[in-house]
């Protein structure tokens, strides 16, 4: 077959199409549609040469600080992604693949997810894993689901110290459902309110949804507290961070049923908001509720090991009264990423970064509550993450410290009552201790002003 290079039409072989239709120009297309249907308020302009279209885009971008030096963190982080990971994920094999839908094609493809499945439960301390979801949001409201239809009750419980993104998305996705939604409020030491719980937890409850660490970086043994979920014969749902992971207790040690995550930090970057990756685990016995797709290690008529999709109740294979998800594509790509940012640190390399992020936070934690008027918001162990209250509202101060190169953190104040004055900040491998002492002299100076 002989291949033809693209070569964008000119205006003779506008005409030459033109002709062969039997029209006068472009316009008369669109003849069929009514006067009264058609639209003259868009005001597109003429088109632009490549060339000039690169001009325009590089002076758009040039206006984004691209260079700050970040302590950003609240469910997503920047962490070092080996070279590998990118020369890996961009071979074309791997980067043009879609849903492997003929294993007979798509065996490298197959294992790669059958492998990210693994990574994860090792990950989570959990039974089974599905092929990814889009985010860490969609697939805890992917868990909610998954618990009601397990257990048939509708109401969720949800610890406030859940990641107030997610959160919003839970309430947004829930809202026409039939779910009694409703959220618990924090303790004043900051983890799960145990007291709080003990009075609403019985034999309604469908769901309970946590995360460790939590959202303002705090660690928690939820053991105790899943137990009860338990005993009344619902299912506890657990958000993780997973570089976490690498040093704290792991979900299913914890009894957690299904555990959820962003996994952006394993080999995704930032890149203003995606795309990103949502990962789910859970017990055995609940599989065939799971949402998405499971890849499943097989043989075939030969003894020979292959990899198929196995368990996939979505809309585009069963009817869709009975699919577990209309939303639940996974992302290959991302999920690809995220396994060959794990091979290519191994199990020790994974714990050695974890060290890292930990090391680094507590260092500036006694740096930072140094500074006069700078106060820890709760006095809780943390792993890379630490929320303090400021002299001044956060956001102003971050905002002094962008102007001189530093993403200072998170002001707390969007998402929470009364906490204008608290800054979630976050450290990961990547930053160094003259980076960590260069941002603590500049947030005192910036107080002090």
Known sequence: MKKTPFCATSTLDEQAMFQTLGIAGFDELFAAIPDGLRSDVLDVP???????????????????STNLVNFCGAGFYDHYIPAAVNALSSRGEFYTAYTPYQPEASQGTLQAAFEYQTAICRLTGMEVANASLFDGGTALFEAIMMAMRTTRRNKVLVDEGVNPIYRAMLRCYTQNLSVDYQEIALSKSGIADRAAYAGVIDA??????????NFFGCLDNLTELIDSI?????????????????LIETPGAMGADIVTGEGQSLGLPLNFGGPYLGFMATKKEYVRKMPGRIVGETEDAQGRRGYVLTLQAREQHIRREKATSNICSNVQLCALRAVIYLSLLGREGFMDVGRQCMDRASYAWHKITKIPGVEPLFNRRFFNEFAVRLPKDAST?????????????????????DMDDVLLISFTEKRTKEEIDIMVAKLESALKA
Not at 51 to 63: C, F, P, T, V
Not at 204 to 213: E, F, I, K
Request: proline share 4%; charged share 15%; net charge positive.
């Open 204 to 213: 309604s409850v469908g769901a309970v949804v946590l995360q460790n660490p």
């Open 230 to 246: 338990h005993a009344v014969k619902a299912l506890a749902i657990m958000s993780v961070y997973p570089m976490s992971t690498s």
């Open 397 to 417: 101060v971050v905002s002094a410290l962008v102007d001189q190169g530093i993403a200072a953190g998170f002001p707390v104040g969007r998402y929470y009552k």
């Open 46 to 64: 003429d088109g632009l040469s490549e060339m000039e279209m690169m001009q325009h885009i590089r002076k758009i971008a040039s206006k984004n």
